[in-house]
């Protein structure tokens, strides 16, 4: 896909557009920064990290993205060897997730991967699936034959809890939120049915995908201002943001109340 094809379906993907929004807001401004993105090859969300200041990294999934990445103006761009990353310890300020745990299959070694390479006061942001335990958009996602594996996903995404037992060995989670909500989640979950039904992954000619999310983005602005009288839902991406520690594996003790202390700590956040 051109850069400039590329940037007119980003700009039709409300959903795209809200997610980027939510991640900047952590990510800030610093012009002395290293920083790092680890997504699946999004040119347009690469090139917005980077007018936040500092010196950024990427790392992609395939050949073809970092292709897509380095022809919208990205540099220091790397493909992820499914294994380790290719930087030295402790480099990054900012480490920053996106679209991308969900597509490999051993999150966990990356994280650590990624705890190795963040500073002693770094941060890492992570943007992942909100795999809700009872959700009828899922069932009909499935049923209608839109499953992980067709999204090119290990997983279906993360639970609060599970996100979190992720990351805790190596950061402590500071801020956690949720965003994109049912009615705008269901306007994507037809436009990504519809271009399914077209062809399988890669073969949709690049002009057609962007008709189809053109001619989508109305319902997508309307349902986004309705999902504002969904405001006390969850989300169907989850989003957090955690400090550094000295890695420390931690099992995952069971309160009184059954809880487990994942869940407490997510409680107490959001409070």
């Not at 807001?25 to 997504?39: A, K, M, S």
């Not at 900012?94 to 500073?119: G, M, N, S, Y």
């Not at 909100?130 to 279906?156: E, I, Y």
Request: charged content about 25%; hydrophobic content about 40%.
């Amino acid at each position: 896909m051109t850069p400039d094809l590329e940037t007119k379906l980003f700009a039709k993907s409300l959903s795209l557009r809200l997610m980027l929004r939510e991640i900047i807001d952590l990510v800030g401004t610093g012009p002395g920064r290293t920083c790092l993105e680890l997504n699946r090859g999004q040119p347009v969300m690469s090139s917005a990290f980077r007018k936040q200041g500092g010196t950024w990294h990427t790392v992609v999934l395939s050949e073809s993205s970092r292709d897509e990445v380095v022809s919208a103006g990205g540099s220091n761009v790397s493909v992820f060897n499914g294994k380790t990353l290719p930087f030295e310890d402790k480099t990054f300020d900012v480490v920053v997730i996106t679209d991308f745990l969900q597509r490999i299959p051993d999150a966990e070694e990356l994280i650590a991967e990624c705890h190795r390479i963040t500073k002693a006061t770094g941060n890492l942001i992570v943007n992942v699936p909100h795999a809700k335990r009872w959700s009828l958009l899922n069932l009909l996602s499935s049923t209608f034959g839109l499953t992980p594996q067709k999204r090119g996903w290990t997983r279906r995404g993360y639970t609060e809890a599970e996100l979190f037992d992720l990351i805790k060995h190596g950061f402590d989670v500071h801020t956690e939120r949720s965003h994109v909500r049912f009615l705008l989640h269901l306007v994507d979950t037809i436009v990504q049915l519809r271009i399914m039904r077209r062809g399988t992954a890669g073969q949709v000619p690049d002009e057609a995908v962007l008709g189809i999310v053109s001619r989508a983005y109305p319902f997508s602005w309307l349902a986004y201002q309705l999902d504002a009288l969904l405001l006390l839902t969850k989300g169907y991406y989850l989003l957090a943001c955690a400090k550094r520690h000295a890695w420390r594996p931690r099992k995952a003790p069971v309160l009184n109340d059954g809880r487990r202390i994942g869940d407490a700590v997510l409680s107490k956040i959001k409070a």
